[in-house]
C-alpha cells in the first residue's frame, strides 16, 4: 500500500522490493554464468602435471543453474596454483594450449542467457542507466509540480499586509462616512419633530 502511494518512503520500497533485487538477479546470473562456463572448460583439459583442471571459481553451494542467488556477492578465485591451469587439451602433453584458447574463446561465446558475458554486461548497464534516468526525469517533474502546487496554495491562502491595510483603511472611512449620515439624520429627524410643537425634542 505505501508503495502504491509513491512518495519517498514509496520509491525506498520499491527500490528496495523491486529494483535492487533485478539487478542483483543480473549480477548473480553473470557470475554463476561465468565461473561455471569457466570451470567446466578448465576440467576439460589437462594441467601442467597432467591432471584434470581443478575449479578456478568457486560459488556458493546453494547457487544453481535455476536459482544462482549469492553467486555475485560469494564468487571467488578458489585456485591457488597456477600450474593447475588446464591449457592442454586432454592427453596432448604440457606444450599444447589448446584449453587455454577455448577458455579465453568463451568470452565469444553466448554463456550467459545467449549473450556474452560483455554482451550480457552492457546490457544490465544499460538497462540501469535507463531506468535511473527515467526516475531521475520522474522526480525533477514531480518536484516542479510540487512547487506550483505550493506557489498556487501561497497565492490563496498568503496574507498581504499592505493589502489588509489598504482595506482597513477603506473601511475606516467608510465607518466615518456612515456615522457623518446618520448624524445628519438625527439632525433632520429633530427638526422634523420640533415643527410646531411646543416642546422641542432634542437628542
Given at each position: ?89 586432454a592427453g596432448e ?11 579465453a574463446d568463451l ?71 456612515a456615522s457623518k ?23
Amino acid at each position: 500500500d505505501l508503495t502504491a502511494g509513491g512518495g519517498q518512503i514509496g520509491g525506498i520500497l520499491t527500490a528496495r522490493d523491486e529494483d535492487i533485487p533485478q539487478a542483483e538477479s543480473s549480477l548473480d546470473t553473470l557470475a554463476y554464468s561465468v565461473a561455471t562456463a569457466v570451470n567446466t572448460q578448465n576440467a576439460a583439459g589437462a594441467d601442467l602435471n597432467g591432471n584434470p583442471g581443478a575449479a578456478i571459481f568457486s560459488l556458493p553451494a546453494t547457487a544453481t543453474a535455476a536459482n544462482p542467488a549469492g553467486s555475485a556477492a560469494g564468487i571467488a578465485v578458489s585456485m591457488t596454483d597456477p600450474s593447475q591451469i588446464a591449457a592442454a587439451a586432454a592427453g596432448e602433453g604440457s606444450a599444447d594450449n589448446a584449453n587455454a584458447i577455448a577458455m579465453a574463446d568463451l568470452a565469444n561465446q553466448g554463456i550467459v542467457g545467449g549473450m556474452t558475458a560483455t554482451q550480457d554486461f552492457a546490457d544490465f548497464v544499460t538497462t540501469l542507466g535507463n531506468h535511473v534516468t527515467e526516475v531521475s526525469s520522474e522526480n525533477t517533474a514531480q518536484q516542479a509540480a510540487l512547487t506550483q502546487l505550493q506557489s498556487q496554495i501561497g497565492s490563496l491562502s498568503g496574507v498581504s499586509l499592505n493589502d489588509e491595510a489598504a482595506q482597513m483603511e477603506t473601511l475606516e472611512q467608510s465607518y466615518e462616512a456612515a456615522s457623518k449620515l446618520f448624524t445628519a439624520l438625527d439632525l433632520v429627524m429633530t427638526a422634523a419633530l420640533n415643527l410646531g410643537e411646543p416642546t422641542t425634542y432634542t437628542t
